[in-house]
């Protein structure tokens, strides 16, 4: 590592994951976003999910730990990897 190289990782526990899936499958909260993005005047509609259909999502993710979504290098040397 060089001098000025940082090095930081975020652990995300899955158990957020979870709760996180159950928070964006809510129908109430997804009434809330809508009603926001109806204020802002766009005719965008965030959709419905059903809290099955992201279950093989997590299922996958817990089953492949460690494997690189994204790697990449800047012109000025900085490095930006993101791991699950």
């Known amino acids: 590592m ?13 158990s957020v994951l979870n709760l996180a899936c159950l928070i964006i499958t809510s129908k109430k909260i997804n ?5 926001a993005i109806e204020k802002e005047g766009s005719k965008f509609i965030f959709p419905k999910i059903e809290r099955n259909d992201l279950k ?10 460690g494997v690189t979504l994204v790697e990449t290098k800047l012109k000025d040397g900085t490095e930006v990897v993101v791991k699950l």
Do not use: A, H
Request: no cysteine; glycine share 4%.
């Open 2 to 14: 060089k001098v000025n190289e940082k090095r930081f990782s975020i652990p995300v526990p899955y």
């Open 56 to 65: 093989p999502l997590l299922q996958g993710l817990s089953k492949n730990r």
């Open 31 to 35: 009434q809330l976003i809508n009603k």
